[in-house]
């Protein structure tokens, strides 16, 4: 266990429901869902975000009031504690001790854990296209989908309207039309590779979208 000295006690005050553990698992699972960016690993494994009873209450024909405040709560909380477990981790794989990433600590983590194992020490035109990529993406998070007001951090709100999002998928009416967003609970590869890909994309998308709506949804304001 690295030791932080004098600020492991403040980064744990900042993320008290943090556990590296379930962060690290949650990391290496993600990032087993792509090959590259927008490709998905047809090996990857799914991350379920949700117990068995959260889907059992879900799946309910006629939820009462408190069932969908328990479902509702019980999410969110789920999301919370996996997105501090999750910075948790990042912190200590970069020698963060505040647990709000900077630029600098996003990039470090990226650059070994996510594009770690692309050759790109000996091509330096990738080497500056992946830092293009990994700047939208963190001013992405930071901003929590924004095109601006973003702080220059990323702390565990921002991390958990990352979550939330990547928990959500799109529903179509019976037109096919988009009808706005279900919660899943769980993350599958070949829709983690979509909101990946749109993460690294420059300008307003989906995942730009879900992270507003993310936002929202964790402060009660939808």
């Known amino acids: 266990m690295q030791n932080f000295g004098g600020s492991r006690t403040s980064i744990l005050a900042e993320l008290p429901n943090g556990n590296a553990e379930l ?20 090996k990857g494994e799914e991350f379920d975000i949700v117990s068995k009873k ?15 405040k328990k479902l509702d709560k019980t999410f969110k909380d789920n999301v919370n504690e996996l997105a ?6 990042i912190a200590r794989q970069v020698g963060n001790t505040t647990g709000k ?10 650059f070994k854990y996510r594009f770690g194992h692309y ?19 963190f001013d ?4 929590h989908g924004e095109l601006s007001g973003g702080d220059g951090l990323i702390d565990k709100q921002d991390m958990a309207c990352f979550i939330y999002a990547i ?3 799109a529903q179509r009416d019976e037109n096919n039309k988009f009808s706005g967003f279900a919660i899943d609970g769980i993350i599958k590869p070949l829709n983690y590779s979509v909101d990946e890909s749109n993460l ?20 009660n304001q939808l």
């Open 167 to 169: 928990s959500t998928r």
């Open 54 to 68: 959260w889907r059992e209450l879900a799946a309910k024909p006629d939820k009462t009031s408190e069932d969908l």
């Open 23 to 42: 962060g690290e698992a949650f990391a290496q699972i993600i990032n087993g869902m792509v090959t590259q960016s927008g490709i998905t690993n047809p």
């Open 119 to 137: 050759d790109i020490e000996n091509k330096p035109e990738y080497i500056n296209k992946v830092k293009v990529m990994i700047k939208v993406a």
């Open 200 to 219: 690294f994309e420059n300008g307003d998308n989906l995942l730009s979208m879900k992270l507003r709506i993310a936002y929202k949804a964790l402060n």
């Open 84 to 89: 501090q477990s999750y910075l948790l981790y």
């Open 140 to 143: 992405k998070l930071s901003a």
């Open 101 to 110: 990433l900077t630029y600098e600590d996003y990039e470090k983590y990226l």
